[in-house]
């Protein structure tokens, strides 16, 4: 086991193997309170348990005995701006012990939303981001995912409110005011999740089901159809899914993700639904995440390539089970290019920060950034190598061998050695495995993807930017097609440029996030006025991260004074983690 940097918890100690959570939601003071209770499982000396905290108000804390309860010495540490603080109990071995506490309203693992900010415009709505290390805001625990917990719960808020956690919820929407959950399996700490609002239930299939606002419930359904064949071919692949449902929660627009992959109730942004499926990869890799991240764990944030990058090599082979080769095709070299282009002209030393071996120390938030590409790319290289009729057994192997385990990239390599490469000696040599498991930068010998449709996409953009012909037949372009043209464009245009192609396909105003994003990157580098008023207007409706900071940086660079303004009204309806990515950009 790696020692968690980024938590308090004494893990060697003792271990969480039980969490029982009793909650009440108060969405006038936008609170939780009451009570987390941990079975323990003692390995050390017993005299105390240490628990990861931010921001909590301990009200008391207890030790189960024979003949009941009684209460327990503690003190609260100093807190870490990152970390929080320590929550460090006198115990005697207790097999139980229960903290009573209160959030913070400004609690960063939870938002609370005004009816305002929601589809129906009626009713609150609050849910939980725990990713990476914001569980402790909202629980006091062992806030790392080298410790896996099963865990009940029971919750009570306004009655016409619906609650929803990462657990087995059923699939009524009949609302109490009070409800139970339990989650069998054992999870890490930052799948801990909760939600309430205004929400319906509407079956995908057995196995299968979306909960959403009535507002957004049939289109999001109408989205995700194709769920229950996702997990059809993920299983053929790589083995059983092992969690009983898997459900999707599509949140209000501010949530700052495009997926969290929390077991059984992914929490999805409500930007993927645009009517055509073409956004869907995003379902697939949080369904992906079933196998690796939520049943094989990283036992710290430094190795994130095990959670994020064998997600994205299952997610793009659902996508290519699903949808086809050449769609996969298109997903991978979008992914690609933008991680060659932004690393090209980068000097040794900065390749190293940004894009370094495989097995390094991360940063502690988990950012899927470019390191998870690499893994992804790893694994893809490793499937050529080896061909798939090698390589997927050895996979479906791996996730059996450490199903509801957390794992470091020694373990990894270990198992790989003695289940892949003794078995397959020369195949690969040590040289290569160390270029991308401790050398920076994606190996030279690594091929990229190569899609036919792109490659016609490239031709047609590099003949307008020279001769100012418009690409024929862009208007039935896939989302993809125009992810290419707009990613591989230069950073800054013309105002001319920028007014004939919006002229001719209405860019400025699409409902599409992620063409959105890209567009607006460019108005904004450009200093396009004209688009400005439907830019700030996509800033403000849209909190999830991916597509809005890359606006605010480009913004930032041209014109500060208007990324301020616009941020100022767009800050409200933010999650405090995006907030405060925001407010890094901006310097403030």
Known sequence: MTHDRHSYAEPALVRTTHLELDLGLDFEAKVLTGSATHTLAWTGAGDRLVLDTRDLTVLGVEGQTPGGWEPLEYGLGVPDKELGSALTIRTASHPRVKVSYRTAPTATGLQWLEPSMTAGGVLPFMFSQSQAIHARSWVPTQDTPSVRFSYAAHVTAPAELMVLMSADNGTTSRRTGSYDVVMPEPIPSYLLAIAAGDLVFEPLGERSGVWAEPATVRSAATEFADTEEMMRVTEELFGPYRWGRYDLLVLPPSFPYGGMENPRMTFATPTVVIGDKSLVSVIAHELAHSWSGNLVTQDSWDDIWLNEGFTSYVENRIVEAV?????????????????????????????????????????????????????????????????????????????????FRSINTDNFVEHFREHLLAAHPGVVTEAELAAWLYKPGIPAFAKRAVSARFQKVDEARTRWLTTGELPLGAEQWTTQEWLRMLDAAPDVLSPVLLRQLDRAFGLTGTANGEIARRWYQIVAASSYEASYAELAEFLTKVGRMKLILPVYQALAGTDRAFAAEVFEKARPGYHPITTAAVQKILGQ
């Not at 050449?326 to 690393?343: N, S």
């Not at 190293?352 to 690499?374: C, D, F, Q, V």
């Open 323 to 403: 949808y086809g080769t050449e769609f996969a095709a298109m997903e991978t070299a979008i992914k690609q290019h933008a991680t060659v282009v932004k690393l090209d002209p980068l000097t040794p030393a900065e390749l190293a920060t940004e894009l370094p071996g495989l097995h390094h120390r991360s940063e502690y938030h988990g950012n899927s950034g470019t390191g998870p590409l690499k893994g992804s790319w790893f694994l893809s290289w490793l499937e050529e190598r080896f061909t798939r009729q090698v390589f997927d057994p050895f996979l479906r192997g791996y996730f059996d061998q450490f199903a």
